[in-house]
């Protein structure tokens, strides 16, 4: 099956920019799909289709998408971006949808 | 406002069933392919079934087939998941939510999500 592989962690200070990165074989032809969770809570999604915004999630979120990797960038950070993040694509290998294994970000 | 709101979580022995519901409001319901998606504690998302608008396509995980079954009422704007056999393993908080991307498999992404709810197997 198809294996996406992200950090464990990335830190980042406030007002600076944060990027994730989500790596895959070929990812940049797979359409990704980016998640936010803050703890107890469900995920959110912040980022579709490599680099579209869902409405409500601020401009600082952006999205691209080419080669082996994927990149969630998030700009001028505050302290509410503290949270877990995800990656998803779908694996046409085994029919279904994937997830990386998770980033913690964490905002100093 | 879309909502998805899970119950029937609970704690059960190896070997038991549970049936999880999801309440949907807020969207037409018949429209759109729905998820389950499970969160073991501490650990990342899996994806765990997937229906079709009209119940007629249904998928699974390879780890939950011939276990869990995945089922919906339109007319209820409802969304199961009955789980039969439960492991240790299937330890997690389970998630209903929407399928966005339409019908294309390629760029099916989950665009709303409930708060979940804890499933617990252990005796």
């Known amino acids: 099956s198809y294996v996406l592989t992200q950090p464990p962690s990335v830190s980042v200070a406030p007002g600076k920019t944060a990027r994730i990165t989500c790596g895959g074989n070929?990812?940049?032809?797979?359409?990704v799909h980016w998640y936010q969770q803050k703890p107890g809570q469900a995920p959110v999604l912040v980022i579709y289709?490599?680099?579209d915004r869902p409405s409500g999630i601020p401009e600082r979120f952006s999205g691209s998408n080419s080669g082996n990797t994927a990149t969630l960038t998030i700009s001028r950070v505050e302290a509410g971006d503290e949270a877990d993040y995800y990656c998803?694509?779908?694996?046409?290998?085994?029919?279904?949808?994937?997830f990386g294994g998770g980033t913690q970000l964490t905002v100093l | 406002e879309v909502q998805l709101v899970e119950s029937g979580g609970g704690l059960v022995q190896p070997g038991g069933s549970l049936r999880l519901s999801c309440a949907a409001s807020?969207?037409?319901?018949?429209?759109?392919?729905m998820s389950w998606v499970r969160q073991a504690p501490g650990k990342g998302l899996e994806w765990v079934a997937n229906?079709?608008?009209?119940?007629?396509?249904?998928y699974y995980v390879d780890s939950v087939k011939g276990r869990f079954t995945i089922s919906r009422d339109n007319a209820k704007n409802s969304l199961y998941l009955q789980m039969n056999s439960l492991r240790a393993e299937d330890t997690a908080v389970y998630y209903c939510?929407?399928?966005?991307?339409?019908?294309?498999?390629?760029?099916?992404?989950?665009?709303?999500w409930g708060q979940g709810t804890l499933v617990t197997v252990s005796s």
């Open positions: 807020g969207f037409t319901f018949s429209s759109y392919w």
């Open positions: 289709y490599d680099s």
């Open positions: 229906i079709k608008q009209d119940g007629s396509e249904k």
């Open positions: 998803q694509v779908w694996d046409s290998s085994s029919d279904h949808p994937v």
């Open positions: 070929n990812i940049g032809s797979k359409s």
């Open positions: 939510a929407r399928v966005g991307g339409g019908n294309i498999v390629a760029t099916i992404h989950f665009d709303y």
